[in-house]
């Protein structure tokens, strides 16, 4: 039975949902969301950057499932912070995906102007075109300037949460404004030897787990969205059945002892990655 988490404004959220990110090739992203849907996955996240947002569209509306059972994430790309370019994309994204509203839009990376791009989101969740808005990649001190700054505080937070980069300042910084966290790459884009660890292993051998299934509970009881990605089957259904185990608090504290105080698989404060993403045009 999947469970929720309610936002600042009162939205619920699933707390488990479905990544498309690196899933470009059209045919493969379509069948995966509605294998996704059809494993019980309810929230699908996406971004206009992933360049999957029509596959996604179309598995939405093959699926069956009611509108308003599902819940849809897309993000803004940098090439589109600013005021103007934001309501131009928001509504590209929303064609791609054929849908008339979205429950979550968020902006991807702090870079160019997001403060801009902000105030069009704003606008967008009061006329009821967006249920929330949040931001992604937002370090403490950036998301602190920003929540000081802007008229309404974001929903969630999306960045890096995994059992070897735990980010606990991060997700007591959020705490402090209302905001949820989402952890991208919850299973380390199976890095660090996750799928083996020692002790993510011997703590699922207690609840007929695989090690996988401890790290996404373990991110899930901290209060995280996570958005596992596979396109296999067998995977989605193992990763969605989280929910009939517990960690113990000193469980919780042995997995969070794994943590490297770093990521290894992005650098946002390295010029070079800013620019690169800078330099990442998804259209004319």
Not at 188 to 208: D, H, M, Q, R
Not at 231 to 237: F, G, V
Request: with cysteine.
């Amino acid at each position: 039975m999947m469970n929720y988490v309610t936002l600042n404004n009162r939205v619920k959220m699933p707390l488990e949902g479905f990544g498309v990110f690196q899933i470009p090739d059209a045919n493969v992203c379509e069948n995966a969301v509605l294998d996704a849907i059809r494993s019980g996955y309810r929230l699908i996240d996406t971004a206009a950057a992933y360049m999957n947002e029509e596959a996604v569209g179309k598995a939405i509306a093959k699926s069956g499932v009611a509108r308003e059972e599902l819940f849809i994430v897309t993000k803004l790309w940098v090439q589109d912070a600013g005021y103007e370019q934001a309501k131009k994309a928001f509504y590209a994204s929303l064609e791609k995906l054929g849908l008339d509203y979205l429950d979550l839009y968020l902006i991807h990376q702090p870079m160019g102007d997001y403060y801009g791009a902000w105030r069009a989101m704003e606008e967008l969740y009061k006329e009821g075109k967006i249920r929330a808005i949040g931001v992604c990649n937002f370090y403490p001190a950036a998301l602190t300037d920003f929540c000081e700054t802007v008229d309404i505080v974001p929903a969630i937070n999306q960045i890096e949460l995994h059992p070897f980069f735990t980010q606990e300042k991060a997700i007591e910084n959020m705490k402090e404004y209302g905001v949820t966290s989402m952890a991208w790459g919850p299973l380390a884009e199976g890095k660090y030897g996750i799928f083996t660890n020692e002790v993510l292993t011997s703590i699922g051998s207690k609840y007929g787990k695989t090690p996988a299934q401890v790290a996404l509970k373990w991110n899930v009881q901290r209060g995280a969205v996570i958005i596992p990605k596979s396109t296999h089957i067998e995977r989605m259904e193992q990763n969605i059945d989280i929910w009939d185990f517990e960690l113990t608090d000193d469980e919780m504290n042995e997995i969070s002892k794994l943590d490297l105080g770093r990521s290894e698989i992005v650098d946002h404060s390295d010029p070079a990655f800013v620019k690169m993403l800078h330099a990442l045009k998804i259209h004319k």
